[in-house]
C-alpha cells in the first residue's frame, strides 16, 4: 500500500523526461493551435463508455480525436515522475466533461483535481500545464533560492536520481560512490549483523492503541467471551482477555555529512542502512548545507546498491556545516516533524556550527520536545580528553538526553541498542566530569 | 453510481459557490470545482492543508448544503474496525441470553448492533455524509481497511451478511499531510489543497463568521494574520484562530481597550507557542500599526 512509491517497479513511476527531450518534438506541431479549440462544447464523451469491450481494439483510436491533448498532458505528466494512474486519467476526461469545459482554467481545475499532484510539486505542475497548453517554451523548472536551506525528499524523486547517477560518471558524485564503496570492501562488515538483528527488540517500547489477545494481565475480551459463550451453550467457560500491545518506538537517525565529519560518514550510512533493515520503522536523513531525505534508497537489501544510491542523492557531500538551518528545516516539515514525535532520535554530528548558534539551539529544543529521546554522537567524545567545551555544545547540552562517542561503529550500535534503557541525562554526566 | 439527489443540487461549480456562501462558508472556484466534480463523479473528496484553514467547516458545509447529516468519523493512531465499522452490544447480549432462559433468542438482531460512522452512512447514504477527519492520523492497517471501503461501499459482518449502500455515499476525506497517504487513497479521490486565503477573502470570511465584529476590524485583523504567517513560526495561526483574534479584541475594545492595545492583548488566541510569541512580542505593535493604516 504505503509502498505504492518506494516500488521502483511500480507501473505508475513515469520515467523523467530529458530536459525537455520531448517538449521540442511535441511543439514542432502543436504550438499553434490551442487544445480547446478543437474540443467540442460539451460532446466529449467520457472515454470508459467509449471504449469497446474487447481489450485488443482498447487503443486510442476509440477516443474523440479533441481528447488526445488531454491524454497527451496526463502522459508527459507521468514522464516527468508524477505517479498517474489510468483511473485518474479517465476522471480527468469525465471531469472536463462535466464542466463543459467553458475556459483553460476549468481544464486547468479538472486536472488539480482528478490527477492530483502533491503540494510539493504544485509549482512544477503548473509549469507544465502552461507550456502544455499555451506552448509558452520548454518548462523552465527554477531551482529555489539559496536563502532558504534546501530540502530533498527522495519520494518520487527516484527516477531523477538514478539518471543523476548514470550521467556524471567523472564527476564529484560518483567520486563519492566509490569512495563509499572501497571503504566498505575494507571494513569489517559482519559487526553489523548482530545489531541488525537484536535492533528491532532492543529500541523503546511504547504501547499501542491496539490490543492483543492475552493469557494473564488484560481486560476482559467481551466478543471473544461471547462468542465462546454462545458456542458452549451459555455455559461461561473461563473469561478471555486483551491487552494493549507494545510496540518498538520509531528510530530517526540524522547523519551530519560535512567535511569535518569526512571520517566517519562512510560507517555512518553502513549503520544507517542496517538501522532500517532491522527496525520497524526507521528514517535517515543527511545534513550538511541541505537536508536529505535517504531511507527509501536505505531500504534497498542490497548494501552496496542502497549505498550507492543514497550517496547519488546527497549534494552536500563533504561541505560546510549550517546544522541549525537544516534542522529547523527538517521541523518545518510537518510529515518529517510529525515522525520525530515519539519516536528516539540519534544526530551523528561533531556539532561544529560556524557561526552563530542561536538557530541550532532553537531546532534541538524543539527537537527534544518531540523526540522520546534525543543523543548527540559526535566522533570528538572518542578522545578521553573531550569536553563539551564549545559554545554551542554547551547551548544545546541541557535539552540532550545523551551526549557519547560517535567514533567507532561499535560504541554507536552498542548505545543505540541501549536506548530503552534509562540514563542520566547528558548534562548530569558531562558536569561530573569537567 | 453518483446519486441522483444531490447532482439536482449540484449543478455547477457556480452553484456550489452560491449554496456554501448560504451555509456561511465562502468557498474559491477551485474549492466550489473539487466538490462539484466529487459529487458529481461519485468519488470521495480528499481535502488537504495546514491545520485551521477549514477543511473539517467544508465538510459541515457540504453536508448543510445537500440537507443531510453529517457524520464524522475522527480518525487515531490505532483506529480499527470496531471504532468505525460496528460493534456488537456484548453487555446487552449477554442480559438478553439470561433473560431468554429457555426460549430462542437471535443476539445478532439489530437490537445489539451498534452502528458506528461508516456503517451509520452505508445504511442511509441518501440522508448522511461520511466525514473522515484527519485521516493522516491514522496507520496503514486502517488506511487498508479504508480503501476497502470506499471501493466497494459495503461491509460484511460475519453473523449478518453483507450490507451494501443503496445509493454511493459522499465521503470527504480530510488530511493535514503529517505524512504521505497511501498512493492508492489518492488516486480514488478527486483532491484539493486548501491553502491559506489571501487578506480581502479572509477579511470576509472573519466577517462571515463573527456577527458583530467591525469591517475595518476584519481587515486589520487579516492583513496582519498575513504579516504573521509570514515569520518561520513553528505554528502559524490558521482562519479559525484569526476568526477568534478579531472576536477577543472587539470584545475586548467594548470593554474599554483602546484599538492597538485590544489587538495585542488578545494575542494570546491567535499564537499558542511560547517560543512563537517571545520571536513576535516586539514586532507586534508595529504589524498591528501597519496594519491598521
Known amino acids: ?434 | 453510481m453518483p446519486d441522483p439527489s444531490a447532482e439536482t443540487v449540484v449543478t455547477s461549480p457556480e452553484a456550489v459557490v452560491a449554496r456554501l456562501a448560504a451555509s456561511r462558508y465562502l468557498a474559491d472556484e477551485s474549492l466550489a470545482t473539487a466538490i462539484f466534480l466529487a459529487i458529481r463523479l461519485g468519488k470521495p473528496l480528499l481535502l488537504e492543508g495546514a491545520p485551521g484553514v477549514g477543511k473539517t467547516e467544508a465538510a459541515k458545509a457540504i453536508a448543510e448544503l445537500l440537507g443531510r447529516e453529517l457524520v464524522r468519523l475522527q480518525c487515531y493512531e490505532g483506529i480499527d474496525a470496531a471504532h468505525a465499522l460496528y460493534e456488537w452490544n456484548y453487555q446487552r447480549q449477554l442480559l438478553a441470553i439470561r433473560h431468554a432462559g429457555e426460549h430462542e433468542i437471535d443476539i445478532y438482531d439489530d437490537r445489539f448492533l451498534i452502528a458506528r460512522p461508516l456503517l451509520q452512512v452505508l445504511r442511509a447514504p441518501e440522508q448522511r455524509v461520511l466525514l473522515v477527519d484527519e485521516i493522516d492520523r491514522s496507520d496503514h492497517e486502517f488506511e487498508a481497511l479504508l480503501l476497502e471501503f470506499l471501493s466497494d461501499f459495503q461491509i460484511s459482518i460475519p453473523e449478518r451478511g453483507t450490507i451494501r449502500a443503496a445509493t454511493q455515499p459522499i465521503v470527504i476525506l480530510t488530511s493535514n499531510r503529517t505524512r504521505e497517504l497511501a498512493e492508492a487513497l489518492r488516486r480514488r479521490c478527486v483532491y484539493h489543497w486548501i491553502g491559506y486565503p489571501d487578506a480581502t477573502r479572509e477579511a470576509e470570511i472573519i466577517m462571515l463568521r463573527t456577527g458583530d465584529v467591525a469591517e475595518a476590524t476584519a481587515r486589520a485583523v487579516a492583513n496582519a494574520v498575513q504579516t504573521i504567517r509570514a515569520r518561520p513560526l513553528a505554528k502559524p495561526p490558521g482562519i479559525a484562530e484569526a476568526v477568534e483574534w478579531a472576536n477577543a479584541a472587539t470584545i475586548l475594545e467594548k470593554g474599554g481597550s483602546p484599538w492597538p492595545e485590544a489587538f495585542r492583548r488578545a494575542i494570546g488566541v491567535l499564537i499558542k507557542d511560547e517560543e512563537d510569541l517571545s520571536s513576535i512580542a516586539p514586532e507586534l505593535g508595529r504589524i498591528v500599526e501597519e496594519a491598521l493604516a
Open chain 1, 1 to 434: 500500500m504505503s509502498r505504492d512509491l518506494t516500488d521502483p517497479f511500480s507501473p505508475f513511476t513515469g520515467r523523467r523526461c530529458p530536459e525537455g527531450a520531448d517538449e521540442g518534438q511535441r511543439h514542432d506541431g502543436q504550438k499553434v493551435a490551442l487544445p480547446l479549440t478543437c474540443l467540442p462544447a460539451s460532446g466529449v464523451e467520457p472515454p470508459v463508455s467509449t471504449r469497446p469491450s474487447d481489450p485488443r481494439e482498447r487503443g486510442e483510436e476509440s477516443l474523440p480525436r479533441a481528447a488526445a491533448p488531454l491524454l497527451g498532458f496526463a502522459r508527459l505528466l507521468r514522464r516527468c515522475g508524477f505517479a498517474i494512474a489510468p483511473q485518474q486519467i479517465s476522471s480527468f476526461m469525465q471531469a472536463i466533461t462535466l464542466l463543459g469545459p467553458r475556459s483553460m482554467a476549468d481544464i486547468r481545475e479538472a486536472a488539480l483535481a482528478t490527477l492530483a499532484p502533491s503540494p510539493d510539486r504544485r509549482d512544477e505542475f503548473e509549469t507544465h500545464f502552461r507550456s502544455y497548453f499555451y506552448g509558452n517554451g520548454a518548462p523552465a523548472i527554477e531551482g529555489e533560492s539559496d536563502e532558504e536551506t534546501r530540502i530533498k525528499d527522495d519520494r518520487g524523486m527516484r527516477e531523477e536520481e538514478n539518471q543523476t547517477t548514470r550521467q556524471e560518471k567523472g564527476g564529484e558524485l560518483s567520486s563519492a560512490i566509490e569512495q563509499l564503496s572501497s571503504r566498505d570492501f575494507q571494513l569489517d562488515s559482519d559487526s553489523l549483523a548482530p545489531f541488525r538483528r537484536k535492533l528491532a527488540s532492543a529500541l523503546p517500547a511504547r504501547r499501542s492503541f491496539r490490543t492483543i489477545r492475552t493469557r494473564s494481565r488484560g481486560t476482559l475480551d467481551l466478543r471473544r467471551s461471547l462468542s465462546e459463550i454462545v458456542s458452549a451453550d451459555g455455559d461461561i467457560p473461563s473469561p478471555l482477555l486483551r491487552r494493549r500491545q507494545t510496540i518498538p518506538r520509531k528510530l530517526l537517525l540524522l547523519i551530519d555529512v560535512s567535511g569535518s565529519m569526512k571520517l566517519h560518514t562512510a560507517d555512518y550510512l553502513r549503520l544507517a542502512h542496517a538501522a532500517v533493515q532491522g527496525a520497524g520503522r526507521a528514517e535517515v536523513f543527511t545534513f550538511g548545507t541541505r537536508l536529505t531525505r535517504i531511507t527509501s534508497a536505505l531500504r534497498i537489501r542490497d548494501r552496496g546498491q542502497a549505498l550507492a544510491r543514497a550517496a547519488a542523492q546527497v549534494d552536500d557531500w563533504d561541505g560546510g556545516t549550517r546544522m541549525g538551518p537544516t534542522l529547523l528545516a527538517f521541523l518545518s516539515v510537518p510529515r518529517f516533524s510529525a515522525f520525530a514525535r515519539g519516536a528516539a532520535v540519534v544526530i551523528l554530528s561533531d556539532a561544529l556550527e560556524r557561526g552563530d548558534h542561536a538557530e541550532l539551539e532553537t531546532a534541538m529544543r524543539r527537537l527534544s520536545a518531540r523526540a522520546f529521546r534525543l543523543s548527540l554522537a559526535t566522533p570528538l567524545a572518542g578522545d578521553p580528553r573531550f569536553r563539551p567545551a564549545t559554545a554551542a555544545l554547551r547551548a544545546v547540552l541541557p535539552v540532550l538526553d545523551d551526549l557519547f562517542d560517535g567514533s567507532s561503529v561499535k560504541s554507536l550500535t552498542d548505545f543505540i541498542l541501549s536506548l530503552a534503557r534509562p540514563a542520566p541525562a547528558a548534562a548530569a554526566i558531562w558536569k561530573g566530569v569537567s
